[in-house]
C-alpha cells in the first residue's frame, strides 16, 4: 500500500487511484507522482546535509562524508528524492503543460527555473570551505511572462511573487531575526502533538507571514534581515493586498494572508521586541493599519455593486444593466432569503417612499408574493447604501431602459421581469464565482444554517422572515439528513430507519 500524496489516502492501485480519482492526464506528471508515492525513479539527487548537487550515489555520500546511516540514512534519502520531484513538478508547471495539472504540491516547494537573484550577504562567519552562490543569494522567481524574464536580470524591482509560491529564501536566511521569528511564529501555532493538518496550518501561516516580509524587503533591500524595521512602511503595506488581488487571488485569500501576516506582527511584538528594532508604538500603528486594511478588503463583496452602479451611469448598456440587476437580485436575495417573485414584485414607490429611522435605515414592503395570503406583506430591512443601489437602478432603469411607466424595479423596456435567475447566474459568473447558482439554492443554504446552528424560537424568525414556516422549510429546503442521524441498531441487531414519524426495520 502506498500513500497518495493528494489526498493521504494508501492504495495499491497507484496509477489508478492517480487518473481515476484526481483526474491526473497529464503523462509526465503522473510518472512524477507515481515516483514520489514508490520512491522508485532514476535521476541526480542532491545533499540535504551540504551543498553538493547532483550526486549518483547519494547513500555513498551521506555514509561516508557525514557518516550517517540506518534509518537517518534512509530519512534524508527520502527527503532528497522527495525535494528532487517536487522541483520537477515545479518546472513542469512553469511551462504550461497540456494538459494541465492537477497536483499543486510544488506550490509549497521553494525552487523555481532560472531564479534572478539579489546579494544578500549573511551577517554570521561563514565556513571556511567555499559556499555556492545561492547560500548567500536571495533568490527571486521569476517574472509570469516570458518576454519578461528575459529582462529580469537587469530590472531594479523584484516585481511581486508569482500567485501560490512562497518566496525561495537561502538556507541562512533562517538564521536571521525575521527567520527566526518565523519559525518560532510556526511553532507557537503548533500543537505538541500535531497532525498532518496541524503542520499543515502551521506551514501555511509562516508562508503567508513570509510572503509579506519579502514583499516590504522589495522597497528596503538594504535590510538584510536583521530586524523589523523594513515592516514600518505604510505604503508598501498598503499595497500588498493590491498585488495579492492582482495576481488573482480571491477576497477570502487575501483576508487570509493579511490576517496571518498581522498575527505574525503581534508576535513579534510580544516574543522578539528586543531583537525587532521597533518600539511598541511603531507595533501598534502597523497593526493599527492591517486593521483599517482588513475591515476594507471586508467589503470586497460589495463593490462589484458600486462598480456596475457607477459604470452603468457612464455607459447604459444592456448588458451592464442585465450584470446590475443580477448582482443586486442575488445581494438581496442572500439578504433576506426571499423568493425572486418577492424582488420582481418590488415596486419603486415603495422604495423612494420606505420608512426610515433615525440612523437611515429603511424598512421597504413587498404587497404581493407567493405567500402572502399566510404571511401577509414581504419585507426588506436595508441600509442606506443599499437603498442608494435600488435608487440608481430605478433611474437608470427610467431613463434608459424604458421604466418610465413601469412600477417595478426590476424591468425591461417597460415590461417586469417575472424571473430573475437568468440575470442572477449572469452576475455569478461574471464575479468569477464557480459552480451553479439559483434562489432556490440560496433558500437552501439559509435554511440549512438555520436548521443547523439557531434554536428553536429564533430559527422560527428567520423561517417568518422568509415568508414560510419551519414544516416547509424542513419539506422543501432543508438537506437530506445522515444517515447515521437517522438511524439505530437495536439489541436484535436489526437496524432501524426512522421515516417521519414510523420506522421501518430491515
Not at 548537487?53 to 555514509?63: E, F, V, Y
Request: proline share 5%.
Amino acid at each position: 500500500m502506498r500513500q497518495c500524496p493528494l489526498c493521504s489516502r494508501n492504495t495499491a492501485g497507484v496509477k489508478r487511484h492517480l487518473t481515476n480519482r484526481h483526474g491526473v492526464e497529464n503523462h509526465m506528471e503522473l510518472g512524477l507522482l507515481i515516483a514520489l508515492m514508490t520512491g522508485w525513479f532514476k535521476g541526480h539527487l542532491d545533499c540535504v546535509v551540504c551543498d553538493k548537487k547532483r550526486l549518483s550515489w547519494l547513500d555513498r555520500h551521506l555514509a561516508n562524508m557525514h557518516g550517517i546511516s540506518g534509518s537517518e540514512l534512509t530519512k534524508l534519502i527520502a527527503m532528497a528524492k522527495e525535494e528532487y520531484i517536487i522541483r520537477k513538478l515545479a518546472d513542469l508547471e512553469a511551462r504550461g503543460p497540456e494538459p494541465s495539472m492537477v497536483s499543486e504540491l510544488d506550490l509549497d516547494d521553494a525552487t523555481y527555473a532560472k531564479p534572478r537573484s539579489i546579494t544578500l550577504e549573511d551577517e554570521e562567519p561563514v565556513s571556511q570551505s567555499p559556499s555556492p552562490p545561492s547560500d548567500t543569494q536571495y533568490t527571486e522567481p521569476p517574472l509570469s511572462a516570458p518576454e519578461e524574464q528575459a529582462t529580469a536580470s537587469t530590472s531594479a524591482d523584484p516585481g511581486p511573487l508569482p500567485k501560490g509560491r512562497t518566496p525561495e529564501v537561502p538556507r541562512r536566511f533562517n538564521r536571521t531575526m525575521v527567520g527566526q521569528a518565523l519559525q518560532d511564529y510556526q511553532e507557537f501555532h503548533t500543537v505538541s502533538e500535531p497532525t498532518r493538518k496541524d503542520r499543515e496550518n502551521g506551514r501555511l501561516r509562516k508562508s503567508h507571514a513570509t510572503r509579506f516580509m519579502f514583499h516590504m524587503h522589495q522597497k528596503c533591500p538594504s535590510n538584510r534581515f536583521v530586524n523589523m524595521k523594513l515592516i514600518y512602511n505604510f505604503h508598501q503595506i498598503r499595497q500588498w493586498p493590491v498585488v495579492l488581488l492582482s495576481q488573482k487571488y480571491t477576497p477570502t485569500s487575501v483576508k487570509n494572508m493579511m490576517l496571518n501576516a498581522s498575527r505574525f506582527i503581534a508576535h513579534v511584538k510580544v516574543f522578539h521586541a528586543e531583537t525587532s528594532g521597533l518600539i511598541n508604538a511603531q507595533f501598534d500603528r502597523i497593526l493599527l493599519q492591517f486593521k483599517k486594511l482588513q475591515k476594507d478588503n471586508s467589503t470586497g463583496e460589495l463593490k462589484p455593486i458600486n462598480r456596475q452602479s457607477n459604470m452603468i451611469r457612464r455607459r447604459p448598456q444592456v448588458n451592464l444593466f442585465k450584470l446590475l440587476q443580477g448582482y443586486l437580485a442575488g445581494y438581496l436575495g442572500i439578504l433576506t432569503g426571499h423568493r425572486p417573485v418577492a424582488l420582481t414584485n418590488l415596486q419603486k414607490d415603495k422604495v423612494l417612499q420606505a420608512e426610515v429611522d433615525d440612523n437611515n435605515r429603511a424598512l421597504v414592503w413587498v404587497d404581493h408574493h407567493k405567500t402572502d395570503r399566510t404571511f401577509g406583506n414581504a419585507y426588506m430591512a436595508l441600509l442606506p447604501h443599499e437603498v442608494d443601489w435600488l435608487i440608481g437602478l430605478i433611474e437608470v432603469s427610467t431613463a434608459h431602459f424604458g421604466g418610465e411607466q413601469c412600477p417595478f424595479v426590476f424591468q425591461f423596456e417597460g415590461k417586469r421581469l417575472y424571473k430573475l435567475n437568468s440575470e442572477l447566474k449572469a452576475a455569478w459568473h461574471h464575479s468569477r464565482m464557480q459552480g451553479q447558482i439559483s434562489f432556490g439554492l440560496i433558500r437552501t443554504a439559509i435554511a440549512n444554517q438555520a436548521k443547523k446552528h439557531l434554536p428553536a424560537e429564533e430559527r422560527k424568525l428567520v423561517c417568518e422572515a422568509m415568508c414560510h414556516d419551519v414544516s416547509t422549510a424542513d419539506r422543501f429546503y432543508t438537506s437530506v439528513p445522515e444517515i447515521g442521524d437517522v438511524s439505530f441498531r437495536g439489541t436484535s441487531g436489526n437496524s432501524y430507519l426512522l421515516t417521519g414519524s414510523q420506522s421501518t426495520g430491515h
